[in-house]
């Protein structure tokens, strides 16, 4: 009931963000491939931060 309150953690937001961005690509690789691409190279992007933050703690 107290997790209502609770803040995410960077890893948390940059998880959820990634797999928005997975998801944009991947309805987008039926329609307009040049979008599909740029969204999964942003969401490259961020697995990257991911990784970072990973790796510094």
Known sequence: MLNIFKKKS???KLNAQYKKLLEESYK???TN??????KAA???D???Q???L???A
């Open 46 to 48: 961020v697995l990257k």
């Open 33 to 38: 491939r040049r979008l599909s691409d740029t």
């Open 28 to 30: 987008l690789s039926t």
């Open 50 to 52: 991911i990784d970072l």
């Open 42 to 44: 942003e969401a490259n």
């Open 10 to 12: 960077k890893a948390e």
């Open 54 to 56: 990973k790796n510094d």
